[in-house]
């Protein structure tokens, strides 16, 4: 891999507690220890016309019957397209600053729409969303605005390679129009697949779509092709929402699926979320090598970081990791077409009372066995990140479901 952006900051709550303190500057160090970096590429949303700020307020391109909220631009406008294009080449050619908004970095110039389908309505436009109409998939992903987002950024490509024919125009495929369009692709569009990988161990469908869609822009682009890979589900429902999740460890899905993407020959991958410290370090492990032993650098992490309580920690961690993972403990209606119940899942199916008691077992016995400071510390500050999170988390749970007291 050319990039590889897996830029924890321990904000979080299991990364967090498991690091325990640290400074800026230690985790400058751990991302340079991890070889984050590499290859400067950006691909993120641009057209954001809340913040979009200087020439790219043309009345030309507003959208046309959008409603009274702010909406997409008018993707199939001329004028827009020359704007973008001159943008490009300004940023190519080195001339100061983009513009408020936008996003390029090192051979990479980023387009990626606004996240709304409140879309232009004039006739062009409708037009050129026609073909995408039927293209749901009933997943977070589908390619309903595929033809109508990559005519553009063809568009765009097609005119920014006649003066800059080395040069990459960086997109996402991602939401709706994560599917590939109808036509073929211009060869200098790097495009961006957004994976749920979260979600690859047990929701079959939703890794089906998503590696349909893959495999299907691995045949088409000829540019190099990055990844953003989801690790955002069940910890970012569980922040916003208010409820602790079950500890989502998938340590051996994600070295699988990794292993797949290197050997695929993807050119660089971008990390949304945050997982735990070991399945993070094991995953960059994979990145350097996707031939490593994946139960050995697991079993030599719990042997050299927690020494004589390595071993029902190494225990702890693949039970969370077992029932995290197992399919069969997401029935419906836990499990629906296109996501989860976090919530009710955690501790409805996965984290039940039997289970609880095992697992507080195996932390018992750690913080029994640590012998050393550095053993004490490790053991609490894991038992911290996992374990007082899981305890809080059902007793929580458990407190909601009593009628209110009554
Ligand atoms: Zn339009």
């Known amino acids: 891999m050319k990039h590889r952006s897996a830029l924890p900051s321990g904000s979080w709550p299991f990364l967090q507690n498991q690091w325990g303190p640290f400074t800026r500057e230690q985790v400058h160090l751990h991302w340079r220890r991890t070889r984050q970096g590499g290859e400067p590429w950006s691909a993120n949303h641009t057209f954001y016309p809340r913040t979009i700020k200087g020439r790219f307020h043309h009345p030309d391109y507003q959208p046309k019957d959008a409603g009274t909220q702010v909406g997409q631009l008018c993707y199939t406008n001329p004028r827009l397209v020359e704007e973008v294009v001159q943008t490009a080449r300004d940023y190519f050619d080195g001339k ?84 590939p369009p109808s036509f073929d692709i211009e060869p200098n569009v790097s495009v961006s697949p957004c994976l749920h990988t979260c979600y690859y161990p047990v929701h079959p469908g939703m890794t089906a779509n998503d590696l349909d869609f893959y495999e299907a822009w691995r045949r088409k682009t000829k540019a190099p092709m990055f990844l953003w890979v989801y690790y955002h589900h069940p910890m970012e429902p569980a922040l916003i929402n208010g409820f602790g999740c079950f500890p989502h460890v998938m340590v051996h899905d994600t070295a699988n699926a990794m292993r797949r993407f290197i050997q695929d020959g993807i050119h660089g991958i971008f990390e949304c979320g945050e ?54 403990n997401y029935p419906a209606p836990y499990l629906r077409t296109g996501g989860i119940d976090w ?27 640590a012998e050393t400071d550095a053993e004490k510390q490790r053991v609490a500050q894991w038992r911290k990140a996992f374990w007082d999170w899981m305890v809080r988390g059902r007793e929580k749970a458990l407190a909601q479901e009593k009628p209110d007291g009554k």
């Open 275 to 328: 997982q735990d410290q070991l399945e993070q370090y094991v995953m960059t492990k994979v990145w350097d090598d996707p031939t490593t032993d994946v139960d050995g650098t697991i079993d030599e992490f719990f042997r050299l970081y927690f020494g004589r309580a390595g071993k029902p920690m190494n225990r702890f961690y693949r039970r969370l990791e077992e029932i995290a993972c197992d399919p069969k």
């Open 96 to 179: 100061g600053q983009l513009p408020e908004g936008w996003k390029a970095l090192g051979d990479y110039f980023a387009l990626a729409p606004d996240d709304t389908l409140r879309l232009c309505n004039c006739d062009a436009c409708k037009v050129a969303r026609k073909p995408g109409e039927g293209r749901k998939t009933g997943f977070f992903s589908d390619g309903v605005i595929s033809d109508y987002w990559f005519s553009f950024v063809n568009a765009i490509a097609r005119e920014v390679r006649k003066t800059h024919p080395d040069k990459y125009i960086a997109t996402l495929a991602y939401w709706s129009y994560a599917l």
């Open 343 to 369: 919530k009710k899942v955690a501790w409805e199916r996965l984290g039940t009372a039997e289970r609880m008691e095992e697992l507080g077992r195996l932390i018992q016995k750690a913080e029994s066995l």
